[in-house]
């Protein structure tokens, strides 16, 4: 939330630089993990005179969780997890069986970067997703289950 004064002037808001399409008020709101970066606003009052606010710097926090979502799904999910830029991972999954039927392997981009995932002609039950760096060594598993 951006207070100025005097009030009745525009808003511009910036994300890393850019413009923030769609938001022309003083609250900038509604961010999540997809809206981690610096922000900042540039106010112009009535009289024309600009005003530009101090970065801030929306961060996520590290974290040993591994999320997958929707869960129950029909095949097509969403996985994250914390992670460094760039970071090599493979995500690797296995059937009630322990067969391994899926692997795909991402190179990050951003902290808890999504990884979209469609295993929709494997047929419904219970996997084990499983995320692996570069070196092979397990990031994190979780159970899904796949319904029609």
């Not at 900042?40 to 024309?48: E, I, K, Q, S």
């Not at 929306?58 to 914390?82: D, E, K």
């Not at 992670?83 to 067969?99: H, L, P, T």
């Amino acid at each position: 939330t951006a207070t100025v004064n005097p009030a009745g002037g525009s808003f511009v808001w910036f994300r890393n630089n850019q413009v923030v399409p769609g938001v022309t008020g003083a609250v900038l709101s509604g961010l999540t993990v997809d809206n981690l970066g610096t922000y900042r606003a540039v106010y112009t009052d009535l009289n024309g005179c600009v005003s530009t606010s101090a970065d801030v710097t929306l961060t996520g926090q590290p974290s040993n969780n591994l999320y997958v979502y929707p869960n129950p799904n029909t095949g097509v999910f969403q996985v994250r997890f914390y992670n460094v830029v760039n970071e090599a991972a493979s995500v690797i999954i296995y059937d009630a069986k322990g067969a391994r039927v899926f692997v795909q392997k991402f190179t990050t981009g951003t902290p808890y970067s999504s990884m979209n995932i469609d295993i929709s002609r494997s047929p419904a039950g219970v996997y084990i997703v499983e995320v692996v760096n570069a070196a092979g060594k397990r990031i994190a598993a979780k159970r899904i289950v796949k319904q029609l």
